[in-house]
């Protein structure tokens, strides 16, 4: 066969790898725009299906491994999605969309040292995007590197100083700290410049500062004005019935505590703090009922404490004193215990008593104000 005729019969065969590779290249561009417009709606499978059709095409193809990667993760299925996401960076290493998942994801399994690490090296090249500056400021708020989370927030108010995300974080990020008076600033700035569009959770972030300054009544306000939007909301009715608990209008404070219960009957722990503000109102029979309903749920120590105040309160001082011998061998540690324990042997006239208790919790190697002050004038009284 001559050298022409080869060379004649080579043309139709390139020409029909061509059309080949066209028609791959079509179906490939089809299967993915089916793709993600199908994860756009949310129809996970059939976007799947699409994606692992190309990927049957070519196993390589990026946009079928990291939309397989956004389906697992929009799923849930985070280690899953991250094997899609490696293994697209394993052939594109510079693909921002597979990176971005991949840190997402590791965000997502509290692996936040790898996001962090994935979200630095990008801005390396790109240190004005104030989308990963601030999912680096909360990588680093997660873990607790106050410096690192602090410099990032501030780089995106510097470029943006009203971003949302960034004043939301700065307040987080103190509070974390305990550093109430400044997340009270971050988030009211927050809230000024979003006055018309009030997102909830900064209300009742507000309100928590509040509380943990012992402004009450301040924040009182505050939740009130969640409640508006949501009249169920969890964190407003206990923000309002502990703020009321604070100010010391228990009955106040009894109306939210039943709230909560309206939504959660079987709420151990507001069960107890119901108990405990029907007992400060003198409600004994009524506080009973709500510390014994916890109890019947599992056993909680506050419930079995307050129980064990209603008998000091009702002078049946030896009941009250074995209740709290009990809890105490239980909770050794609690220095609540042996005041209360203290203070029932006093009201006995037995002071001895009264002050060895207090000696005890002492004889643990454990040390407390409040157990000192009381030893010290129990000591001076039976002088």
């Not at 061509?18 to 725009?33: A, P, Q, R, Y």
């Not at 988030?187 to 018309?196: D, G, I, K, S």
């Not at 064990?308 to 030896?318: F, M, P, Q, S, T």
């Not at 209740?323 to 105490?328: A, D, E, H, P, Q």
């Amino acid at each position: 066969m001559s050298d022409e005729l080869i060379s004649e019969m080579d043309f139709p065969l390139q020409e029909m790898e061509n059309s080949f590779e066209e028609k791959n290249l079509d179906e490939i561009s089809e299967l993915s725009k089916q793709g993600y417009q199908q994860l756009k709606e949310n129809h996970i499978d059939e976007a799947k299906k699409a994606f692992s059709k190309i990927l049957s095409i070519d196993d390589k193809n990026n946009y079928a491994l990291v939309g397989l990667g956004d389906c697992e993760r929009k799923q849930n299925n985070f280690n899953e999605a991250v094997e899609y996401y490696s293994k697209c960076l394993s052939f594109y290493p510079a693909n921002n969309y597979a990176q971005f998942g991949l840190a997402d994801c590791y965000k997502a399994l509290n692996q936040y040292h790898k996001a962090i690490d994935i979200w630095e090296k990008y801005l390396t090249h790109d240190d004005r995007n104030i989308t990963v500056l601030t999912r680096v400021a909360d990588a680093y708020r997660k873990i607790h590197d106050f410096k690192k989370s602090k410099e990032m927030y501030i780089r995106v108010l510097e470029m943006e100083n009203d971003n949302a995300y960034a004043l939301i974080g700065l307040g987080h990020l103190h509070y974390d700290f305990k550093e109430y008076k400044d997340a009270l600033h971050y988030w009211t700035t927050m809230l000024q410049y979003n006055e018309n569009s009030v997102d909830i959770r900064v209300l009742t972030s507000i309100g928590n500062c509040h509380r943990k300054l012992k402004t009450f009544d301040k924040g009182v306000y505050y939740f009130e004005r969640a409640l508006k939007s949501d009249p169920k909301n969890f964190y407003a009715l206990f923000g309002l019935a502990d703020c009321y608990r604070g100010m010391n209008q228990q009955f106040r404070s009894i109306e939210y505590w039943n709230k909560i219960l309206e939504n959660d009957p079987k709420n151990k722990v507001i069960l107890t703090r119901a108990g405990d503000a029907y007992r400060n109102t003198g409600d004994y029979k009524t506080a009973v009922e709500y510390y014994n309903k916890a109890m019947d749920i599992d056993f909680d120590i506050y419930a079995a404490l307050g129980l064990a105040l209603i008998c000091k309160g009702e002078g049946k001082y030896d009941e009250a004193v074995d209740r709290l011998n009990s809890l105490i061998n239980g909770d050794p540690k609690n220095y609540r215990l042996y005041i209360d324990l203290s203070d029932c042997y006093v009201k006995m006239k037995k002071i001895d008593k009264a002050i060895e208790v207090l000696k005890d919790y002492g004889r643990q190697g454990l040390r407390n104000t409040a157990i000192t002050e009381m030893l010290e004038k129990l000591e001076k009284s039976a002088v």
